[in-house]
């Protein structure tokens, strides 16, 4: 038998059913019943109030002539209007003829001074009725309404609480997405270039599959497991993957979705949600970017306790307390800054594991890529390992963006199937964006070409330099012109010289400008950007620096997270830490210039070339300056990510160009 919570078993047979026990029911409960009662009272008064047979209106001058023609019987007078009685069934005046036994006739302001000396004359019997509402009735059109609006936006209300057991509006209910288990979406054959997070969670996955395994030794599975990683590394694909594997309810929820403008909401959510994953057990819990609720309490401008994140914080660590691992609850969590997350979440007990998603390497991007193109018709010239080694630093998600980018830029093209040059395009528009189609002056493409013919001279000449392998003046971005350099293997340590190479090749552009013009422009603003952070990486993280030491001077990121946080260093070793970094990126321009100057010939010759087709790829640039390919050396990108273009970026205000 299968119970409605979808697991083997169900109700005995034999068991008795609890009783159902009448509630008293509040009386604003009763409101569709009292709106019915309402408005057959109004029905009741409309159609059932007393009346008499056929009456007719007449005019006051007629009612005088019919009271002088004694044809009135009798009237019945109020505040503004007078009804009576016909002694016949016709008036004794043409004007009362064909009328009816009763008439009603209103009375003028300025009329009625004789009317009552002129009905006595002619025995008329004159009544009057009072004009005072009734109390009942003055209360019913009064209130009646209001009553009725309010106890049927309260009915409504208590109908929606009581089917969704959230509480008032359903604020208290918990948002959290359920995922069919029986067809799995994800599973960790949709997943790559990831395997050692991957064999971590697949612990998870047998526990899932089979308790008893773990539970008959006395072991017990980590209550919660943190996913940490940059944006887009595949942190809530495996999340989904391991609820796909273990087929369970996965209850997939985003941290910021706790969190209302109404206090207390967001610990009603959190309880919730462990109390729908409890009654569904086994089931996974995934929060995604828990660094929305989870940083540290009492950093930044909060309010102690009395703060609506740090309750729902509490009410988290409240309950992955409270609940044992062997009710098959387990809960996944994703965030790119567990620097900040609060010390009470990461201790054995509430998250005991932590698995680092990090960046693919080469192999691993290469398998990424075969999986997101297994739907795309591929050409034959495509070589995903080639494509695989011209993206280093690429996560899960920007490789499946030039996947598609690809596919998109093919069938707009009319082709059957996706070539090379079509990736090699889409890698161009997301590493540099989409090309701007503005006219620039002579004089700006001279200065773009000669700029961009710096950068790529000097990436072919510095031998620790990455390989160049597109430059273009194509504007894109904010960026009139661009060159993109990437290594051709991975690799975890960089030596000083290959950061000296990359500030050297930054400051190309700069020293080509001012070679040949004597004056620099706007153009370098970007590449200035990049120098200067890896100068100040290498003094401040590094130990670069022989003034500065073999010290770590960079703030602690936890630090960071405080209201006034303090520099780890004095104001003295600040100026010497600034004075190292202008001697680092002096030294670095001033070999770039005498590069430039001893190579003056190829630096024309790549600069005419530009300002001839506008881009050009790494063979033309070789067969235009005459220098031989790179032997294949590891290397990536100073700080670990994606390669990034030594582009002259431009204030928008701006036009003059590098």
Known sequence: MIDRSGRPGGSDPGAQRPSRIPRW???????????????????????????????????????????????VSSITSNSSSISGTFRHETGSTPTSKDKALHFTTELPSFGGSGLEKLLQEHHVTVNATSTVTPFWEELLFTFGPTLVIVGGLLYLMRRAAASAGGGLFNLGRSQARLYDPERPATTF????????????????????????????????????????????????????????????????????????????????RVRDLFAKARAAAPAIIFVDELDAIGRMRGAGASFGGHDEREQTLNQILTEMDGFDSREGVIVLAATNRADVLDPALLRPGRFDRRVMVQPPDRVGRSAILKIHTRGVPLDPDVNLDVLASQTPGLVGAELRNLVNEAALLAARRDRPTVTQADFADALEKVLLGAARRIVLSEDDRRRTACHESGHALLGLLVPEADPVRRVSIVPRGRALGVTVQSPVDDRQNYPESYLRARIVGALGGRAAEDLVYGVVTTGAENDLHQVTGIARQMVVNWGMSPKVGPLNLAEDPQEQALVLPQRPYSDATAQVIDSEVRRIVEECFREAKALLAVNRDRLENLTRALLEKESLDEEEILRVTQLSPKPSRNGVAADGSAPVPAEPALPSATPEAG
């Open 189 to 268: 054959a949709d997943v790559a270039g990831i395997e050692d997070a991957e064999e971590e969670l697949r612990e998870v996955v047998d526990f899932l599959r089979n308790p008893a395994k773990y539970q008959r030794l006395g072991g017990t599975v980590p209550k919660g497991v943190l996913l940490v990683g940059l944006p887009g590394t595949g942190k809530t694909l495996l999340a989904r993957a391991v609820a796909g594997e273990a087929r369970v309810p996965f209850f997939s929820i985003s941290a910021s979705e706790f969190i209302e403008m109404i206090v207390g909401v967001g610990a009603s």
């Open 25 to 71: 029911r509040p009386l604003w409960s009763l409101a569709p019943l009292l709106l019915i009662i309402l408005i057959d009272l109004l029905v009741l008064n409309v159609f059932f109030a007393p009346s008499g047979t056929k009456s007719i209106s007449i005019p006051y001058s007629s009612f005088i002539s019919d009271v002088t023609g004694n044809d």
